[in-house]
């Protein structure tokens, strides 16, 4: 997911958690500045076979309350001559709180 700040003070992204364990996040750590991009960028186990969708929270010094994120597929299993492996088809979608904006802190 791309975050971009189009706000005159830096964004920081502080802190992210997910809804359960089988994801994992990694984001942009250095202050995002006006009109610049960061990400947050999410793994998901593919384990498990199956529909699957998860939610991602995201905390920034622009607001008290996360942005949500959400992240939904279908895991197949997939085999191949020698062996069977997993494979995840993801589709990400979007979902931010509509009171979000630079000026709440």
Do not use: M, R
């Amino acid at each position: 997911f791309e975050i971009t700040n189009l706000d005159d003070k830096p964004l920081v992204i502080w802190h992210v958690t997910t809804s359960c364990g089988c994801t994992s996040p990694t984001w942009t750590e250095k202050p995002i500045e006006k009109n610049k991009t960061g990400y947050v960028k999410v793994k998901y186990d593919t384990s498990k076979t199956g529909k699957f969708e998860k939610s991602v929270f995201v905390y920034t010094t622009f607001n008290d309350h996360p942005i949500k994120l959400t992240i939904e597929g279908n895991v197949e299993e997939k085999t191949t001559k020698s062996s069977k492996a997993k494979s995840g088809v993801t589709k990400k979608e979007t979902q931010f709180n509509p009171n979000l904006s630079p000026e709440t802190k």
